[in-house]
């Protein structure tokens, strides 16, 4: 997602935190981010062009190698077997971000990477090697050029806001939350909720890699990774529930992503008012499963 996406999924998350996660959030984040996981959200996505943080750029998605819009399936030895996708990062900062051990910036960091991973982990076009994750895709939106992957990180989000939300993130974050609690998300909730165990390892997805560990350890070093200990992705276990929530978003590349009609603007067609629906529902879900990821590391249940 861009900007807006990702600070309201954090907005969501601040409205539902158990009171042990609620006070690490506020002290690890700090005056910086305002305390708030809204602020925090972005980043991930502020330093991934720094050269510090250049290593994390793949962390914010898993190529699915599948045929959208005839077939949609993601598997982590398939498509993550790199370990550096975002399936790894989020079984990698789950860990971290209750680690003891660790420093409160190196912590910080695992929570900031959270927040904004959980997010992408929900955009369609996160969880789709196909051309580039949409990047490749040119489409029209409201008289502009852009592309597929940016029409659903932000385009339609932005006119969303601007139609029905007074231009407001947190206008818009509001109403998902009001949604939520007595809306017509309130029946979908214990279903989004199917899956919170931040220890249960991923299942085996019946495809095998043929990568060896030579080829991972050159993917590695070809990596300009700054801090080795932030990656560490031989030591990480993956877990059930992003494998999970990654199918769930990658079905949408199936059911709708992939279904534009050639020649028309889509945010001035169908395409725009079935597709606001979706974003809107993922949006509010990973709000809604990062708060309750974050309630079962700190407060053991969610
Ligand atoms: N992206 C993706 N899948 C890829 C490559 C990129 O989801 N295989 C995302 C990351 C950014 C956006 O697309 O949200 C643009 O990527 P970049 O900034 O790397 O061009
Ligand atoms: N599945 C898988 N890997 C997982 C989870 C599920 O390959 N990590 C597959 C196995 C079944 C289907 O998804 O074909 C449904 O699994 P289940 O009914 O166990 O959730
Ligand atoms: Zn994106
Ligand atoms: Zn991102």
Redesign the pocket.
């Known amino acids: 997602w861009g900007a807006i996406g990702h600070e309201a999924v954090g907005f969501i998350a601040m409205e539902f935190l158990a009171p042990n996660a609620l006070s690490f959030v506020r002290s690890s984040l700090g005056s910086e981010f305002d305390q708030s996981l809204g602020t925090g959200a972005t980043w991930a996505?502020d330093v991934k062009s720094e050269a510090a943080f250049r290593w994390s750029?793949d962390l914010?998605?898993v190529?699915a190698e599948d045929n959208p819009p005839s077939s949609c399936s993601v598997s982590e030895s398939r498509d993550c077997g790199s370990g550096f996708c975002i399936l790894t990062a989020i079984a990698n900062y789950t860990t971290r971000v209750v680690q003891t051990s660790l420093s409160a910036t190196q912590r910080q960091q695992a929570l900031l990477f959270l927040d904004h991973f959980i997010g992408?982990i929900g955009?369609p076009?996160?969880v789709?090697?196909d051309a580039?994750?949409g990047?490749d895709i040119d489409v029209t939106c409201a008289g502009s050029r852009t592309n597929l992957?940016?029409l659903w990180?932000s385009g339609m989000i932005n006119r969303l806001l601007s139609a029905n939300y007074r231009n407001s993130v947190t206008v818009w974050a509001d109403a998902l939350v009001t949604r939520i609690q007595s809306g017509d998300f309130r029946s979908l909730t214990s279903s989004w909720l199917s899956c919170t165990s931040t220890t249960e390892p991923a299942r085996r997805d019946g495809f095998t890699t043929t990568r060896t560990i030579e080829d991972d350890l050159r993917g590695f070093l070809n990596r300009n990774v700054s801090d080795v200990s932030e990656i560490s992705s031989r030591a990480i276990t993956p877990l059930e529930c992003p494998l999970v929530w990654a199918r769930e978003s990658n079905a949408f590349d199936c059911s709708i992503v992939f279904s534009y009609p050639s020649f028309s603007d889509l945010c001035t067609s169908a395409y725009f008012t079935n597709s606001v629906p979706v974003i809107e529902e993922q949006i509010a879900k990973q709000g809604y499963r990062l708060a309750a990821w974050l309630n079962v590391l700190f407060d053991g249940s969610t």
Do not use: P
Request: hydrophobic share 30%; aromatic share 6%.
């Open positions: 996505d750029a914010h998605f190529d992408d955009q076009l996160h789709e090697a580039v994750g990047n992957h940016s990180d």
